[in-house]
């Protein structure tokens, strides 16, 4: 059976024109324009809806303010799509109409099904020399001045019940555990071959639901560092990063969203198989980054929130 990923997301949101702003400084491409619901694109297709929280229809919030209301996995044909329909169609929340079927996950979340209306597209990444592979001859690495993300490649919630979520996602759809926290947080694959992983369900001390970021896969490290940059000439505030996640292995940078919750650029995520035994650990800050800048760099000057610029041309040159 096949989830191939995330094909749609909604937030419920109230400043609309600031989340417009701030989606396309981000880098996806404006698709639809409504009073009180704006549609955006990324490269491959995969579709970001901003809806005002007040629109009739929109499924209930987890958390209070703005935040992710929806999410809609594409699915590769219509047996599968049928069979999960068969799965939950006790589940609360059922619904199937539109091409889609779904329900209300344990966290009280909207979760639904379709036929992926994701493009496939060509994106040339940048090609990496180790000691032992020369991959780039005589080739510039790529620099960046945005970034424009290629799909939604993953969501984390803050859930009620992390066991009780993991199993919904593993018995009904066929989702796999990449990596562990114990008894707090599970990071979860949509299939057994694929990136370390689409979903990551958190659960926080005091139980409570809610979103803590939704990721954009990006094309390479260096476009995490020209995308984070421009979000910052921007004007849009850091959250953590450039940095390096040990767990998945991937570079991400955290950005503040005035949609809901953090937003992420990330790259460079391990590649898993069946063959993958889920691994345990203990959270820790050096867990989460294996290297991070708080405050994340300044895009004008290229250093270090609150660093002074360099004086001149060379780095030998004084005022």
């Known amino acids: 059976m096949s989830v191939l990923g995330i094909d749609e997301i909604t937030y419920g949101a109230d400043d609309l024109p600031a989340c417009r702003r701030f989606f396309e400084d981000w880098g996806l491409q404006l698709a639809s324009e409504e009073p009180d619901r704006l549609g955006f694109e990324t490269l491959n297709g995969c579709r970001v809806i901003v809806a005002r929280s007040t629109l009739p229809g929109l499924p209930p919030a987890i958390e209070s303010g703005p935040t992710l209301r929806e999410v809609v996995w594409g699915v590769e044909n219509e047996v599968d799509l049928a069979r999960y329909a068969a799965r939950i169609r006790n589940s609360d929340g ?110 926080r001390p005091d139980g409570q639901p809610g979103l803590n970021h939704v990721a954009f896969t990006v094309r390479d490290i260096h476009e995490v560092f020209g995308g984070g940059m421009h979000i910052s000439r921007c004007g849009w505030q850091t959250q953590l990063g450039p940095g390096r996640h040990p767990i998945s292995s991937a570079y991400f940078w955290y950005f503040r969203n005035p949609a809901g919750g953090l937003i992420e650029y990330y790259a460079d995520e391990d590649q898993l198989t069946a063959d993958w035994q889920p691994r345990e650990f203990e959270p820790g800050p050096t867990v989460f980054a294996e290297w991070a800048i708080d405050g994340g760099i300044d895009g004008n000057t290229r250093r270090q929130k609150s660093a002074q610029a360099p004086d001149g041309k060379f780095l030998t040159d004084r005022k």
Not at 103 to 110: H, R, S, V, W, Y
Not at 170 to 177: L, M, Y
């Open 94 to 203: 059922f619904v199937q109409a539109g091409g889609r079927i779904g329900c209300t996950d344990p966290n009280g979340l909207a979760v639904r099904f379709q036929l992926t209306q994701k493009r496939t597209v060509e994106v040339e990444g940048a090609e990496y020399n180790t000691w032992n592979r020369k991959n780039r001859i005589n080739q510039a690495s790529p620099a960046y001045e945005r970034a424009q993300p290629i799909e939604v490649g993953h969501v984390v919630f803050f859930v009620k019940d992390v066991q009780a979520c993991e199993r919904f996602y593993v018995d009904n759809f066929g989702f796999a555990a990449s990596d562990r926290y114990p008894g707090r947080g599970s990071f979860l694959r949509c299939a057994p071959e694929g990136g370390h992983h689409d979903l990551f369900l958190l659960q």
